[in-house]
């Protein structure tokens, strides 16, 4: 008997820890509006050569990609989880090797710009994408293009969330 008192009495100080040590986490939580991160987007110098290293040497699956009218690759999906991705575009003049964009996904796009605005900071009305997706932009101070999205339904991020195994 004395064992399971001083069982559960551990059982309840560690429960008790716990609610204590969670409510820094749930304030910074509340702080933002509902954002995850979903997915990163880079321009890449050689696409098949980067395609191979990130399927075949990573072992990152291929979610979808988007051809232009000549069948050449615009962007490509790639799926490290059920709802996270790498994005990959090749490169150009205009759009040089390196970082694209960070892709964040609210839990209500509508929200999530509205609060944005809220605290001054000037966010474009969303749009469907050529994922099918709702998107807009954020610029931050150092010029870094973060992406807000809402996967509607069919789109093509949600095709491969919802069939992911």
Do not use: C
Request: aromatic letters at 10%; zero cysteines.
């Amino acid at each position: 008997m004395r064992r399971l008192i001083g069982g559960f009495a551990l059982f309840a100080a560690g429960a008790v820890a716990g609610v204590f040590l969670m409510q820094p986490g749930l304030a910074q939580q509340n702080q933002n509006p509902g954002l995850r991160l979903n997915h990163v987007g880079i321009y890449v110098k050689d696409y098949d050569e980067s395609m191979r290293f990130y399927t075949q040497t990573m072992g990152f699956k291929e979610a979808f990609t988007i051809k232009d009218k000549d069948g050449k690759p615009t962007l490509t999906y790639l799926q490290l989880s059920k709802d996270t991705f790498l994005e990959l575009a090749p490169a150009t003049a205009e759009r040089p090797v390196g970082l694209s964009h960070i892709g964040f996904w609210p839990v209500d796009l509508g929200v999530a710009v509205a609060a944005l605005r809220q605290r001054g900071v000037k966010v474009d009305d969303p749009r469907t994408g050529s994922t099918k997706t709702s998107i807009t932009n954020v610029i931050d101070p150092n010029g870094v293009r973060l992406e807000m999205l809402d996967f509607l339904p069919g789109s093509l991020p949600r095709q491969a969330i919802d069939s992911w195994k």
